[in-house]
């Protein structure tokens, strides 16, 4: 019997590349049903919903209920909608992520003169005015800045291409601040949200993904075992590098299986 009872698996990087699965993936995805542990899949992408993620593994044979996805976005609406609910949001991000906000009655559309709170993201369409904006809304310190991931890039097929930590580190640069909250993996609002799915504790949970910065550290934070897979962003001269230290590193998810 495994000693673990949930297991917290990224998504690109980790099960996916881009449109295509990663080999083997779909079989350590049964083993560790099969082994009793309860899932979680847990993407620091804010555009999509759960669906969209339910159907897009479901396309490569790996059949999730979508109720068993977490994301940054969801993080980050649950976040606002606890601390932010009166707020005037200024949101650079993109309509998935803004559609979440609008279904808890979140108050979007707000320019840099009324903004309580600026809530950065990926947004492919982002432009200087933009920027503009949300450095003039932050001029004001009362104003809270609030990213919904840390991840500078985003793994795909052949390349990588930039994600919301590009987004969020150019707001830095035009307004001298950082971030008064970072809401995905590995915030304290992340392991929150991903325990509080799970049920169980986290010293019975293994964390499974291909960022030692969000995956690895969210595990280590939370004392969770984890595991690093070299299918995505980071290969071994990294880990070497690292102050942080997966527990075990795989060449890809297919070899789950040896850590049951």
């Known amino acids: 019997m495994s000693a673990y009872r949930g297991a917290i698996l990224d998504v690109d990087g980790t099960i996916v590349l881009g ?3 990663i080999p083997g993936a779909a079989d350590a995805v049964d083993v560790l049903r099969d082994a009793g542990l309860d899932l979680l899949l847990f993407s620091n992408n ?3 919903r759960r669906d969209h993620y339910a159907d897009r593994l479901a396309d490569h044979g790996i059949e999730i209920d979508p109720s068993r996805f977490l994301t940054a976005a969801t993080v980050t609406a649950e976040y606002l909608d606890e601390h ?3 707020d005037d949001l200024l949101v650079v991000g993109e309509p ?3 559609d979440l906000l609008v279904e808890r009655d979140l108050a979007l559309g707000a320019g840099p003169d009324d903004a309580d709170a600026v809530v950065a993201s990926i947004d492919r369409e982002f432009h200087y005015d933009r920027l503009t904006e949300a450095l003039w ?3 004001d310190d009362s104003a809270a800045f609030l990213s919904t991931d840390p991840d500078v890039t985003i793994p795909v097929e052949d390349h990588l291409v930039p994600g919301s ?4 580190g150019a707001i830095e640069a035009a307004t001298g601040r950082q971030p008064d909250r970072v809401l995905g993996k590995p915030a304290d609002t992340a392991i929150d949200a991903a325990l509080e799915r ?3 504790p986290p010293e019975s949970v293994l964390v499974v993904g291909d960022r030692l910065d969000t995956d690895i550290a969210l595990g280590e934070r939370a004392g969770m075992t984890t595991a690093l897979v070299l299918t995505g962003v980071t290969d071994r001269e990294d880990i070497d590098d690292a102050e942080i230290t997966p527990d075990h590193v795989l060449e890809s998810i297919a070899e789950v299986e040896e850590l049951l």
């Not at 930590?165 to 969020?168: L, P, S, T």
């Open 165 to 168: 930590g590009a987004i969020v």
């Open 137 to 139: 809304a932050l001029e």
């Open 198 to 200: 799970l049920g169980v």
């Open 46 to 48: 804010p555009t999509k």
């Open 84 to 86: 932010h609910a009166g």
């Open 19 to 21: 449109d295509q699965s």
């Open 96 to 98: 998935g992520l803004e």
